[in-house]
């Protein structure tokens, strides 16, 4: 009957030490690797978003040196129109002159 408390003892023990600390170590083991997949999804996420920013910006270089280059002719243009319009006023003035 002595053996028989014993083995109760030591169910009672298992049960009572053993298998709460069993419980708080693989507890604690899933949270740490939920922990990490999370921050490696937050990670991967993070490489994408800078992956398709940095494409962005790369395109909006590219736009803005064609408008760069755009503005350049505009004003080349302008120019010329304003010439062309300061030799229209010395034609007219000519032909003014000129008597007609």
């Known amino acids: ?3 028989l408390e014993t083995q109760k003892d030591v169910l009672y023990w298992f049960v ?3 298998v709460p600390i069993l ?3 693989f507890g604690l083991y899933y949270k740490q690797t939920k922990d990490k997949e999370r921050a490696e999804n937050r990670l991967t996420k993070i490489e994408s978003q800078q992956e398709q920013n940095t494409k962005s910006i790369e395109k909006i270089e590219q736009e803005q040196f064609i408008v760069r280059e755009d503005l350049k002719t505009l004003k080349a243009i302008n120019d010329k129109q304003d010439m ?3 030799m229209l006023k010395e034609v007219k003035e000519e032909l003014k002159k ?3």
Request: glycine fraction near 20%.
């Open 84 to 86: 062309l319009f300061d």
């Open 1 to 3: 009957m002595h053996e």
């Open 23 to 25: 419980i708080g170590v």
């Open 16 to 18: 009572i030490v053993v």
């Open 98 to 100: 000129g008597g007609i």
